[in-house]
């Protein structure tokens, strides 16, 4: 049974940092490629980071050169370095996994299950 759970998630004000976490079991961690999703209240889901097995990785625009992802093999961990947070940041991340590097959604195969992240002015 595949599962991912994602961790970290808060409250922060605007400026402030979070380290989300994912991590995976009852799969090949290694192999897959990752992504870090969003959802606003209202707003559908879009992709804001990906990574493949060897680590090379995509943002979004409005997250580049304030988020980081990252993993950890040996752990089965996914991160999303946070950093420079803005209000429009708040929603709920999630982790997913695949086998493409990409932000087309139909082609991640497990989801989790979301971990909120709100950001006040």
């Known amino acids: 049974q595949v599962q991912l759970v994602e961790s970290g998630g808060g409250s922060v004000q605007a400026g402030g940092s979070l380290r989300l976490s994912c991590t995976a079991s009852?799969?090949?961690?290694?192999?897959?490629?990752m992504g870090w999703y969003r959802q606003a209240p209202g707003k559908e889901r879009e992709g804001v980071a990906c990574i493949n097995w060897n680590h090379k990785s995509n943002y979004v625009d409005s997250v580049k050169g304030r988020f980081t992802i990252s993993r950890d093999n040996a752990k089965n961990t996914l991160y999303l370095q946070m950093h420079s947070l803005k209000p429009e940041d708040t929603a709920m991340y999630y982790c997913?996994?695949?086998?493409?590097?990409?932000?087309?959604?139909?082609?991640?195969?497990?989801w989790g299950q979301g971990t909120q992240v709100t950001v006040s002015s």
């Open positions: 997913a996994a695949g086998f493409y590097r990409t932000f087309v959604q139909r082609l991640y195969k497990y």
């Open positions: 009852g799969l090949t961690f290694n192999d897959k490629a």
